[in-house]
């Protein structure tokens, strides 16, 4: 199976600052056969769940503010809140598909604070 | 808008079964679509549970294949989960969650989650 190490497990950033948030996978990450990266984003707060904030490693979701922005491709990628927010603290996920057979594999998270 | 509302018993006893209901609305489980279901130990990550398609195909994650079954009753747009012989490790908040596409295999919705607690 693959495995998503995400680094760092957390930080804390200045508002108005920048977050960069980093994903790692232990295999290349499949593609779709537009060859578009199979590696999505999650923000979630507490008591909610996750919000899809990326697919495709780069592609925001509908109405997702454009300070968040994602890179990357093969085995790394990157996660980058161009200027940090108060509202942007969270925990952040990465996540890839694989087939066959089907199977979703999350980061273990990676905790935002502002400072 | 989708909107996902999960349902069930907060509390199973262990070597117990846990069941799960996912009501949709705003949407058809009949429309091309895979359910997935996703869990969350507490002050834990995310684990993918498995994905069930409008058609009753379903895939399982191969860690809990033998534990878990998944199906779907379109007259009333419920998805299920069945889990058996729970232990102490299977105490989590369940989430349903729909994938966007084929194309794009991430959840665009999810529901808000039921804890569940396994514990005499």
């Given at each position: 199976d693959i495995v998503m190490t995400q680094s760092p497990d957390s930080l804390a950033v200045s508002l108005g600052e920048r977050a960069t948030i980093k994903c790692k996978s232990s295999q290349s990450i499949s593609k779709n056969s537009n060859n578009k990266s199979h590696l999505a984003w999650y923000q979630q707060k507490p008591g909610q769940p996750p919000k899809l904030l990326i697919y495709w490693a780069s592609t925001r979701e509908s109405?997702?503010?454009?300070?968040?922005?994602?890179?990357?491709?093969?085995?790394?990628?990157?996660?980058t809140i161009s200027s940090v927010q108060a509202e942007d603290a969270a925990v952040y996920y990465c996540q890839q598909y694989q087939s066959p057979p089907p199977m979703f594999t999350f980061g273990q998270g990676t905790k935002l604070q502002i400072k | 808008?989708?909107?996902?509302?999960?349902?069930?018993?907060?509390?199973?006893?262990p070597s117990g079964t846990l069941s799960l209901t996912c009501a949709v609305s705003g949407g058809s489980i009949s429309d091309s679509y895979w359910w997935d279901w996703v869990r969350q130990p507490p002050g834990k990550g995310l684990e993918w549970l498995?994905?069930?398609?409008?058609?009753?195909?379903?895939?399982?994650?191969?860690?809990?294949?033998?534990?878990v079954t998944m199906s779907m009753d379109q007259s009333s747009n419920h998805i299920s989960l069945?889990?058996?012989?729970?232990?102490?490790?299977?105490?989590?908040?369940?989430?349903?969650?729909?994938e966007m596409s084929d194309q794009v295999v991430a959840f665009d919705f999810w529901g808000q989650g039921i804890l569940v607690t396994v514990s005499s």
């Open positions: 109405g997702v503010p454009d300070r968040f922005s994602g890179s990357g491709s093969g085995r790394d990628f990157t996660l | 808008q989708v909107r996902l509302q999960e349902s069930g018993p907060g509390l199973v006893k498995g994905e069930i398609y409008h058609d009753g195909r379903v895939n399982i994650n191969p860690s809990l294949k033998s534990r069945k889990m058996t012989s729970v232990t102490a490790a299977d105490t989590a908040v369940y989430y349903c969650a729909r």
